[in-house]
Protein backbone atom coordinates (compact mmCIF):
# COMPACT_ATOMS: atom_id res chain seq x y z
CA UNK A 1 0.00 0.00 0.00
CA UNK A 2 1.30 3.56 -0.49
CA UNK A 3 1.24 5.62 2.24
CA UNK A 4 1.38 9.53 2.74
CA UNK A 5 4.69 10.86 3.89
CA UNK A 6 3.28 11.43 7.18
CA UNK A 7 2.25 8.09 7.70
CA UNK A 8 5.27 6.82 5.94
CA UNK A 9 7.77 8.53 8.01
CA UNK A 10 5.94 7.73 11.14
CA UNK A 11 6.21 4.45 10.47
CA UNK A 12 9.99 4.79 9.54
CA UNK A 13 10.41 6.03 12.94
CA UNK A 14 8.86 2.77 15.01
CA UNK A 15 10.98 0.40 12.70
CA UNK A 16 14.24 2.37 13.27
CA UNK A 17 13.58 2.57 16.63
CA UNK A 18 12.41 -1.35 17.29
CA UNK A 19 15.52 -3.05 15.18
CA UNK A 20 18.97 -1.93 13.77
CA UNK A 21 18.81 -1.28 9.94
CA UNK A 22 21.90 -0.42 8.57
CA UNK A 23 20.91 0.41 4.91
CA UNK A 24 17.93 2.01 3.40
CA UNK A 25 17.56 -1.79 1.31
CA UNK A 26 17.04 -2.95 4.48
CA UNK A 27 14.38 -0.46 5.41
CA UNK A 28 12.64 -0.84 2.24
CA UNK A 29 12.19 -4.71 3.14
CA UNK A 30 11.57 -3.85 6.52
CA UNK A 31 8.51 -1.29 4.93
CA UNK A 32 7.58 -4.27 2.84
CA UNK A 33 6.81 -6.74 5.58
CA UNK A 34 4.36 -3.92 6.98
CA UNK A 35 2.65 -3.75 3.05
CA UNK A 36 3.74 -0.57 2.67
CA UNK A 37 6.01 0.16 -0.68
CA UNK A 38 8.43 3.39 -0.81
CA UNK A 39 11.19 3.72 -3.03
CA UNK A 40 14.96 3.64 -1.81
CA UNK A 41 14.89 7.21 -3.14
CA UNK A 42 11.81 8.33 -1.23
CA UNK A 43 13.47 6.61 1.85
CA UNK A 44 16.51 8.66 1.52
CA UNK A 45 14.61 12.01 1.65
CA UNK A 46 12.18 11.11 4.59
CA UNK A 47 15.52 9.52 6.19
CA UNK A 48 16.98 13.28 5.61
CA UNK A 49 13.43 14.53 7.15
CA UNK A 50 13.74 13.07 10.51
CA UNK A 51 16.73 13.89 11.05
CA UNK A 52 18.20 10.01 10.68
CA UNK A 53 22.05 9.50 11.23
CA UNK A 54 24.04 6.42 11.41
CA UNK A 55 25.63 5.51 14.78
CA UNK A 56 27.81 2.56 16.16
CA UNK A 57 25.72 -0.23 17.94
CA UNK A 58 27.34 -1.98 20.80
CA UNK A 59 28.63 -4.56 18.21
CA UNK A 60 30.24 -1.92 15.99
CA UNK A 61 27.68 -2.12 13.43
CA UNK A 62 26.62 1.27 11.96
CA UNK A 63 22.48 1.77 12.22
CA UNK A 64 20.32 4.31 11.49
CA UNK A 65 18.82 6.49 14.26
CA UNK A 66 17.03 9.23 15.16
CA UNK A 67 18.13 12.46 17.63
CA UNK A 68 15.25 13.26 19.25
CA UNK A 69 13.44 10.20 20.00
CA UNK A 70 14.05 9.12 23.60
CA UNK A 71 13.74 5.10 22.78
CA UNK A 72 15.98 5.62 19.66
CA UNK A 73 19.24 5.45 21.00
CA UNK A 74 18.14 2.99 24.21
CA UNK A 75 20.44 3.79 27.29
CA UNK A 76 22.32 6.69 25.54
CA UNK A 77 22.22 10.29 27.00
CA UNK A 78 22.04 13.14 25.03
CA UNK A 79 25.33 14.27 25.36
CA UNK A 80 26.54 10.69 24.80
CA UNK A 81 24.41 10.51 21.69
CA UNK A 82 25.96 14.12 20.74
CA UNK A 83 29.52 12.67 21.56
CA UNK A 84 29.06 9.75 18.84
CA UNK A 85 28.10 11.71 16.23
CA UNK A 86 30.38 14.49 16.93
CA UNK A 87 33.05 11.68 16.96
CA UNK A 88 31.83 10.14 13.91
CA UNK A 89 31.42 12.77 11.52
CA UNK A 90 33.57 16.09 12.61
CA UNK A 91 37.29 16.45 11.65
CA UNK A 92 38.14 19.81 12.33
CA UNK A 93 36.76 22.98 15.00
CA UNK A 94 37.40 26.61 14.60
CA UNK A 95 35.90 29.47 16.04
CA UNK A 96 36.21 33.44 15.82
CA UNK A 97 34.41 35.14 18.19
CA UNK A 98 31.24 34.07 18.57
CA UNK A 99 31.04 31.75 15.58
CA UNK A 100 32.46 28.01 15.28
CA UNK A 101 33.03 26.02 12.31
CA UNK A 102 33.08 22.59 12.79
CA UNK A 103 34.08 20.77 9.00
CA UNK A 104 32.62 17.08 7.93
CA UNK A 105 33.66 14.67 5.41
CA UNK A 106 31.65 15.68 2.34
CA UNK A 107 27.90 15.59 2.72
CA UNK A 108 27.68 15.00 6.44
CA UNK A 109 27.58 18.54 7.55
CA UNK A 110 23.31 18.14 8.58
CA UNK A 111 23.88 15.16 10.46
CA UNK A 112 25.58 17.19 12.59
CA UNK A 113 24.01 19.93 12.26
CA UNK A 114 20.70 18.50 12.86
CA UNK A 115 22.30 16.94 16.40
CA UNK A 116 23.51 19.54 17.10
CA UNK A 117 20.71 21.51 16.96
CA UNK A 118 18.18 19.15 18.66
CA UNK A 119 20.70 18.47 21.54
CA UNK A 120 20.32 21.88 23.26
CA UNK A 121 23.97 22.53 23.35
CA UNK A 122 24.80 25.31 26.06
CA UNK A 123 25.78 28.20 24.54
CA UNK A 124 24.85 27.20 20.88
CA UNK A 125 21.19 29.11 19.47
CA UNK A 126 21.25 27.67 16.19
CA UNK A 127 23.61 26.18 13.37
CA UNK A 128 23.99 26.58 9.55
CA UNK A 129 24.74 23.68 7.31
CA UNK A 130 26.26 23.79 3.91
CA UNK A 131 27.89 20.29 2.49
CA UNK A 132 30.98 19.67 4.93
CA UNK A 133 31.02 22.44 6.77
CA UNK A 134 28.37 23.93 9.61
CA UNK A 135 28.46 27.29 10.83
CA UNK A 136 27.29 27.14 14.92
CA UNK A 137 26.22 30.86 16.39
CA UNK A 138 27.50 31.48 19.82
CA UNK A 139 25.03 33.14 22.42
CA UNK A 140 26.19 36.09 23.44
CA UNK A 141 26.41 35.33 27.08
CA UNK A 142 28.56 32.49 26.04
CA UNK A 143 32.39 32.19 24.98
CA UNK A 144 33.21 30.74 21.49
CA UNK A 145 36.11 29.74 23.08
CA UNK A 146 34.56 27.65 25.71
CA UNK A 147 31.84 26.41 23.17
CA UNK A 148 34.30 25.17 20.31
CA UNK A 149 36.37 23.66 23.13
CA UNK A 150 33.72 21.36 24.46
CA UNK A 151 32.17 20.65 20.92
CA UNK A 152 36.38 19.69 20.06
CA UNK A 153 36.34 17.86 23.11
CA UNK A 154 33.84 15.64 22.58
CA UNK A 155 34.45 15.15 19.41
CA UNK A 156 37.88 13.98 19.92
CA UNK A 157 39.66 16.35 17.90
CA UNK A 158 41.66 19.26 18.17
CA UNK A 159 40.63 22.61 17.65
CA UNK A 160 42.47 24.20 14.41
CA UNK A 161 42.61 27.69 15.56
CA UNK A 162 42.56 28.08 19.27
CA UNK A 163 43.90 31.82 19.37
CA UNK A 164 41.73 32.49 16.55
CA UNK A 165 39.11 36.16 17.68
CA UNK A 166 38.75 37.79 20.81
Known sequence: MKLGKTQRQHRISRIIEQQAVSSQAELVEALRAQGVEATQATLSRDLEELGAIKVRSGGGESVYALPEGPTA??????????????????????????????????????VVASALDRSGFPGVIGTVAGDDTILAVVAQDASGADVAGRLADLAGVRRSSPQNGP
Open 73 to 110: LKGVVPEDHLRRVLGEWVVEVERSANLVVLRTPPGSAH
